[in-house]
């Protein structure tokens, strides 16, 4: 994992204690003030914290830096299982991006966006910025678009996509928690993992519980982790093949998010194997089932409901819906050796 360096010295800017981002955004991500200069080097300014996930969500292949601004002193509520309670005027923001040559960071990257869920006085809300062609700085995109993406993979092959920046509307549709808009990645066990630090490497809760940034937390080593589904040693096959479907597809496939419809129940930490899919009829046909009967078909990924939807990329078949226009080959081979070995 690329290391962060952020500034120890430098200020707070005075936006830090608006609260009205929502009702009237600014154009520029630079108002906010998150990063030194432009942001273009994505180094933050004191007082925002760069933190990272266990598994993340595939993004095509995009790399993402995420950081957090919490107001004031006002620390974070922990929670063992559900979001962090943030306070009111709390922005996190994830940048995304591609590296000119995956073989070779050193020759740079181009930054595509940078998403902001901002906690308002009504809630939380989602706003995008598009990174210019020069990049100096990004700009407020209120109906989305695609932009086309290069790069070149570890093999040295050259990779071509349509990178789908999404509209305001549509980040309701990932982080939704019965009828709410919600953060996804701030919960314990997506953040129960080290991070490089430039004072040196800790463990990111006990980080941000010993800099005033979180309160009530447990040791790290009594907290939940989720396992790194690219990480062979974080955890057994179905410890990772779970961490993926979670990060994946949970957003939408849990009680309260909008697919609960289905039943299906994609949390990690679920253990009824028929909540999440094994012999689970779906609750509606059509063309996304492939003319499969059961989501999952322990031995049989072939015949599975969920292998068939993550390998699709047609419309109303793919999943998950909406951030992806590329198949991710190594999630998708971690899934069909979990419903074999079953």
């Given amino acids: 994992m690329r290391k962060l360096v952020f500034c120890v010295l430098g ?29 273009a080097t994505q180094v933050p300014v004191r007082g925002v914290v760069p933190y990272d996930v266990n598994s993340e969500l595939f993004s095509d292949y995009s790399e993402k830096r995420r950081f957090i601004r919490l107001p004031g002193k006002q620390p974070a509520a922990y929670d063992p299982e559900q979001t962090f309670d943030m306070p009111v005027g709390t922005i996190i923001a994830k940048t995304f991006s591609y590296p000119r040559d995956m073989r070779d960071p050193s020759l740079g990257e181009r930054l595509i966006e940078t998403r902001l869920l901002i906690h308002g006085p009504e809630g939380w809300g989602g706003l995008t910025y598009v990174w210019d062609f020069k990049q100096t700085d990004a700009f407020l995109e209120v109906a989305g678009h695609s932009v086309v993406a290069s790069w070149l993979d570890q093999s040295g092959n050259v990779m071509v996509n349509d990178y789908h920046i999404p509209n305001t509307n549509q980040c309701k549709q990932c982080h939704t928690l019965d009828g709410r808009m919600t953060p996804i990645g701030i919960r314990a066990r997506h953040l129960n993992r080290s991070f490089p630090y430039p004072e040196g490497e800790e463990n990111q809760i006990a980080h941000w ?134």
């Fill in 11 to 39: 200020f707070v800017a005075v936006s830090c204690g608006r609260t009205d981002y929502l009702a009237d955004p600014p154009n520029r991500l630079s108002t906010y003030r998150l990063f030194e200069g432009y942001g």
């Fill in 209 to 342: 519980t010993r800099k005033g940034l979180l309160d009530g937390a447990p040791s790290s080593e009594q907290a939940p982790r989720l396992a790194d589904y690219d990480d062979e040693t974080s955890g057994s096959l179905d410890e990772r093949a779970r961490a993926w479907l979670e990060m994946n597809c949970a957003h939408c496939h849990t009680e309260g998010a909008p697919a609960w419809n289905t039943g299906l129940d994609l949390m990690a930490s679920v253990t009824d194997s028929s909540l999440f899919g094994v012999y689970k009829s779906p609750t509606a046909a059509g063309r996304g089932t492939g003319g499969h009967r059961y989501d999952i078909v322990p031995g049989n990924p072939d015949a599975s409901i969920i292998l068939y939807r993550i390998t699709s990329l047609e419309p109303d078949v793919a999943m998950p819906e909406l951030g992806r226009t590329l198949v991710h080959e190594e999630g998708v081979n971690l899934v069909y050796r979990w419903i074999k070995r079953m």
